[in-house]
T-cell receptor, first 110, second 115 residues
Framework: GQQVMQIPQYQHVQEGEDFTTYCNSS?????IQWYKQRPGGHPVFLIQ?????EVKKQKRLTFQFGEAKKNSSLHITATQTTDVGTYFC??????????FGAGTRLFVKA | GAGVSQSPSNKVTEKGKDVELRCDPI?????LYWYRQSLGQGLEFLIY????????KSGLPSDRFSAERTGGSVSTLTIQRTQQEDSAVYLC?????????????FGDGTRLSIL
């Protein structure tokens, strides 16, 4: 079935280093959503990208949606300990269907 | 306003027992999703409800799992004859429906432990 692949599975960084997680789909997506799940918490919506090539920023977070609408990335500049958690991408696959990636777990060492 | 509410927050039961998990979505959200998340893993889609349409049950792992949504609001996920592999956090989410998938708002989940 349709899948959204997300890499890396884990990432350990030193506080202040940058971090990027990538999502790839074999098929064109209608949109891409990003969620953050803190340890012990539930996923919280961060942002949605709809347009081909779209780039959005939220403070130190930069989100991109590929030109072909098959891939996306989330980049965090100068990580902080508050960035710790799992970041999920979720691709719109037509209609209601939203396919979640497996998530990238970010560890930040102070 | 109030977010998605799930109950119970924790449930411990013996293997073979039936369990019911409840989800109260955000008022006005017509779309409701159930997911399962095992420790350290991603979100496994279980079932989706949208308004009065027939639910999408394609993610239910076995016929021991069922869900209903009464009056287009509260939903109940039922697991019959629970097995140890059913142990996980069960997350409910709701969203608006505008013809395209909208951001999902998650509840805190029910942590289910099967002894």
């Amino acid at each position: 079935g349709q899948q959204v692949m997300q890499i890396p599975q884990y990432q350990h960084v030193q506080e202040g280093e940058d971090f990027t997680t990538y999502c790839n789909s074999s098929t064109t997506l209608s949109n891409i959503q990003w969620y953050k799940q803190r340890p012990g918490g539930h996923p919280v919506f961060l942002i949605q990208l709809v347009k081909s090539g779209e780039v959005k920023k939220q403070k130190r977070l930069t989100f991109q949606f590929g030109e072909a609408k098959k891939n996306s990335s989330l980049h965090i500049t100068a990580t902080q300990t508050t960035d710790v958690g799992t970041y999920f991408c979720a691709g719109g696959a037509g209609g209601f269907k939203t396919i979640f990636g497996a998530g990238t777990r970010l560890f930040v060492k102070a | 306003g109030a977010g998605v509410s799930q109950s119970p927050s924790n449930k411990v039961t013996e293997k073979g027992k039936d369990v019911e998990l409840r989800c109260d979505p955000i008022s006005g959200h017509t779309a409701l999703y159930w997911y399962r998340q095992s420790l350290g893993q991603g979100l496994e889609f279980l079932i989706y409800f949208q308004g009065n349409s027939a639910p999408d049950k394609s993610g239910l792992p076995s016929d021991r799992f069922s869900a209903e949504r009464t009056g287009g609001s509260v939903s109940t996920l039922t697991i019959q004859r629970t097995q140890q592999e059913d142990s996980a956090v069960y997350l409910c989410a709701s969203s608006l429906w505008t013809g395209m998938n909208q951001p999902q708002h998650f509840g805190d989940g029910t942590r289910l432990s099967i002894l």
